[in-house]
């Protein structure tokens, strides 16, 4: 069967004569005699996918229909075939999967088939923005300067991205220093709705950083994967995923004075955690929603990870199309976008009791307050008011209590670095105007730009050794900060341009001064940052500063002026001005009337146009430089310490061999709590010299200072199996506590039976060479975070057969199926702890022995070291028919890599 037995290929006008065709959904709810238009938006724009790529073979009529009945109390069973239109990557993701296209083609050759057969089939757009660092700020030339290092360090990096792009026909790049991957997709790459042989459809997609949600603001029904996921989808592969719930958050009132869109997000982040949206859909509606400008809904978009929702969508209405006119897209691609969504009756931000959602919540924006987020996580808000007194309990707390574990009297200490600098806890350290979610949005940037005005005018300066940064998500952004007359204001308070791309919180904050550093472990100060990103995960800001807080970028300035987290903006000061005299919060607090009169700057469509002309026109000089880039359609490997070819696809066959199901005498190579992040299983900042991957750095000849950082380095496999799980702050539970009762931190085990206690690395090659299979023991939330395909990739090749955790987190438990590693869930009240795992123990894996089903029960059979076995059992996370299909060829790449050269 195929889409055309339903009828649903109709025309729709565009502008005065002018039509196009499109797959209408209206017709599909004449033809199935289903109301579609109470269906949530973001399931009608999948479905449209569905109906348009029904093809009776990998897209059935059966697909189309049973998302069509999508029922909003339904169980969720069906499995749907979604194909996207393009595919975004980040280059710290994208590189490791151009380097596994790479490999896929060297098989090809050694097969005698035609390399040609490994080609993207979407359009695939790479854009560099995670590798460069702050490595110098607070002077004139900082910008320029990271741009240097950052292409004399990635050198090998971008010859290898220039020979995809000539080796692959639908492989595009956008070069450094333009802007974060999410806002540049937001501003340039998104289309609104694409048209193939006069057929329009909408623009979907999915990216390789878990914050590609950040598009749904503009209607555009797209989420992050992991690249091992992207890969198969830009080969051909529909993104296959279970049908979702949908959870409406109906937004009503206003923004009080004074509160800002990333108070809003944070509210939002804590809210929908509470709501329990972990692979969700979440869709806004109601009046509320319809009056936010569409870069506060992009903003609370990007949060989605953080929320732990599979996407946060906003409809298309009048704000959508307005933001597409002041970007600069065509006065053609804005009718047909426009006149395609009316068309399918997709315009418009429902009101409330239009749609059927699986549940409801509700968020009156009058109550929202000026918060911030943490010092650990996210979705740990803390209004402002309580910054002072959250961050004094939390520093005497246990390690277990999410605290500092230190002692009252510790709080007021204060030590002398050898720079003379005096340091104590809470002091700011780091205050960074940083990544995609908040450096783009122009109401808060320009806050924070009236807020730096009027605090220079005060007389109120930040202290220097606070490493202060201003990374703009968009070229654009330092366009309109100097048009309405704010840039040198951040300027004399430190925040100058240091980079176009995602720094701080990535990781890329760059170093502390040694005296700090020293300071900081020698008398173990638990120091802060102060960021207006979106993750503040433990190390990874930087390995020193334990306590990240996330802000709003006029909160960040504030804080950096203040210097130290202990200090009550609501009642305290945040600094002296002219004449010693007491300036406090609400002396320079820009008001919305203020923000409002400079948003004109913000929506230039000719500053969008000239910007992005760029990309293909004139990519920048460093870019044009770099030499020596390989040629041909096969990539020839050269020796390097940044690319190397990955080793998936070694001893490869063209039919699969029998995966292997049972598992016999399994050690624990780790045994962890909640939340364990991919942070904590994949670093992405600094490599340690001490660490497995330092040390192997330093054996091929890499000084330290070269030693650049984890993600950089994600194209070569051998750095990236050692910093698996090396992450400074992870606590093995294997590992015995300290007598303060606190957790020892870094990636180490006790290899068994020998007691030894040694790196995981280390631990994991021993157990290889044994031939001892591993397994890998979690609580809740297991793997959330980026969408890191490393924390999968560095898993299965450190020999774990089997995560065994509380819960997971969406995106990495998919990985873990699509790299052939078993993720398996606890049952009812089981934990790690109720069944009294230490790692001392042996383990089978039962139950899987037969034909696998989605989430079937298997048996975890545990041998105690006094001789005593107990079973316990536990499901099967392998979720859908396809991925059973994954494990049975050993994971996803060799699966659709059969796939092709069969074709």
Known sequence: MSRNTLNTLKEFPISGSKKGKFYSLPALQKSLGVNISRLPVSIRIVLESVLRNCDGQK??????????????????????????????????????????????????????????????????????????????????KALDLNMKLEFSRNNERYQFMKWGMQAFDTFGVVP????????????????????????????TLVGTDSHTTMINGIGVVGWGVGGIEAEAGMLGQPVYFLTPDVVGVNLTGALREGVTATDLVLT??????????????????????????????????NMAPEYGATMG???????????????????????????????????????????DYTQEVSLDLGTVAPSLAGPKRPQDRIEIGNVKSTFSDLFTKPTAENGFNKKAEDLTASYKNADGVDVHNGDVLIAAITSCTNTSNPSVLLAAGLLAKKAVEAGLKVAPHIKTSLAPGSRVVTKYLEAAGLLPYLEKLGFGVTAYGCTTCIGNAGDLTPAMNEAIVKNDVVAAAVLSGNRNFEARIHPNIRANFLASPPLVVAYAIAGNVTRDLMTEPVGKGKGGKNVYLGDIWPTSQEIEKLL?????????????????GAPGKLWEAIKGVAKGEVYNWPSSTYIAEPPFFENFSEEPKAAATGISGARALGVFGDSITTDHISPAGSIKESSPAGKWLQANGVLKADFNSYGSRRGNHEIMMRGTFANVRIKNLMIPAKEDGSRVEGGITIHQPSGEEMSIYDAAMKYVAEGTPTMVFGGEEYGTGSSRDWAAKGTQLLGVKAVIARSFERIHRSNLVGMGVLPLQFLGNDSVQSLGITGEESFDLKGLEGEIKPQQEATLVIHRKNGQTQEVKLLLRIDTPIEVDYYKHGGILPFVLRQLLAA
Request: aromatic residues 10%; hydrophobic residues 40%.
């Open 600 to 616: 004109k700057f913000a929506m230039n469509a000719k500053t969008f146009k000239e910007n992005y002309a760029d990309v293909k």
């Open 313 to 355: 969508f906003f409809p298309v209405d009048d704000a959508t199309i307005d933001y597409f006119k002041g970007t600069g897209r065509t006065k053609a691609e804005i009718d047909a976008f426009e006149a395609y969504f009316k068309a399918q009756g997709l315009y418009g931000v429902p009101k409330a009791g239009q749609i």
């Open 268 to 301: 939002i982040t804590e809210l929908l955690r509470q709501t329990k949206v972990v692979g969700k859909f979440v869709e806004f509606f109601g009046e509320g929603t319809e009056s936010l400008s569409l870069t506060d809904r992009a903003t609370i978009a």
């Open 59 to 140: 897209v059935t009529e059966e697909h189309v229909k049973q998302l069509a009945n999508w029922g909003a109390k339904a169980a969720r069973v069906d499995e749907i075939p979604f194909v996207v239109a393009r595919v975004v990557l980040q280059d710290f993701t994208g590189v490791p999967l151009l380097a596994d296209l790479a490999a896929m083609r060297n098989v090809a050759s050694k097969l005698g088939k035609n390399p040609k057969n490994i080609e993207p089939l979407v359009p695939v757009d790479l854009v560099v923005d995670h590798s460069v660092q702050i490595d110098h700020f607070r002077e004139k």
């Open 176 to 203: 450094p220093g333009f802007g974060i991957v999410h806002q540049v997709n937001l501003e340039y790459l998104a289309r609104g709705v694409h048209n193939k042989t006069g057929v329009y459809y909408p623009d």
